[in-house]
């Protein structure tokens, strides 16, 4: 099966699905939420099952679109918590982003509803001292019950030396896979690749 992904504004053909993420956290949660598509261009968040991503349930996370310009954590996992120093259910998505980058967390939120779209950043410890921290966040668009795209699978690994909490994050890179969509002629959707160029943000 032939898939496609966009750079550069242009069309191409992949001959092969790759994968280049290499974190095996990330992979797990993908991969899962793959299956859950089954061809669709989101699942559902009432078929998501915590015990199929036992291995990754500590940094994974769901996000609820309650107004258009309003997303908090829903679910969050108990590394989420402990980077932030406190329970995040309830409080905005981004109340982990450093201020500086709040509206442009809102946007890339907004785009994996609204695309909807798969989107990867690289985030970086924005606080002085523990800038040997950095994160990998992966986000994924969820259903609601009545179809509406209303939430977002997610999860947050991170490396280096955390710090005392609250720790927040500023935007280093952005990957972008757009979900490729057809009519309902019987040909199954498909995902392109993180193959895309990254946009970068800070250096």
Known sequence: MRQQCEK????????????????????????????????????????????????????AFILERVQADHVRFRIAGIQICTIMGMEVRGMPATSIIAPEGRGEFENILASVFDAPEIVEL??????????????????????????????????????????????RFKLATKKVTRIVTTDFTGVRETVAGFSESPDVYSS
């Open 8 to 59: 550069g504004g242009n069309v191409f053909q992949l001959l092969q699905y790759r994968k280049p993420m290499k974190n095996p956290v990330l992979v797990e949660i993908l991969e899962y939420w793959e299956r859950l598509r089954d061809g669709r261009n989101a699942p559902l968040r009432s078929e998501v099952d915590p015990r199929q991503i036992e291995n990754a349930l500590e940094h």
């Open 122 to 167: 690289h985030l970086e410890a924005a606080r002085p001292g523990v800038t040997s921290l950095s994160a990998q966040m992966l986000l994924l668009p969820l259903k609601g019950d009545q179809g509406e795209m209303s939430r977002i699978l997610g999860c947050l690994v991170t490396e280096g030396l955390r710090g005392a909490p609250p720790c």
